[in-house]
């Protein structure tokens, strides 16, 4: 089963990738690895506002 969170996106970047902290509330953070290019599409900035989707194998990251 999915889990969606929603929270606040802060970034720490890399040469190809970025790592994507998503405060997701309850003193809890998630963190996934995307491209910088997936970083760019998605129009993340730090503080902007992104969601979590979490299943067992992966973390996707999306927008509104």
Same mark, same amino acid.
């Given at each position: 089963m999915a889990c969606r969170r929603r929270g606040r996106y802060c970034r720490a970047g890399h040469a190809t990738t970025a790592h994507v902290r998503i405060d997701i509330g309850n003193s809890s953070i998630a963190t996934s690895s995307i491209t910088n290019e997936a970083v760019d599409e998605l129009g993340? @900035? @730090?503080g902007s506002s $992104?969601? $979590? /989707?979490?299943?067992a194998s992966d973390v996707m /990251? $999306? /927008?509104d």
């Open positions: 993340l @900035t @730090t $992104a969601y $979590a /989707v979490i299943k /990251v $999306a /927008v």
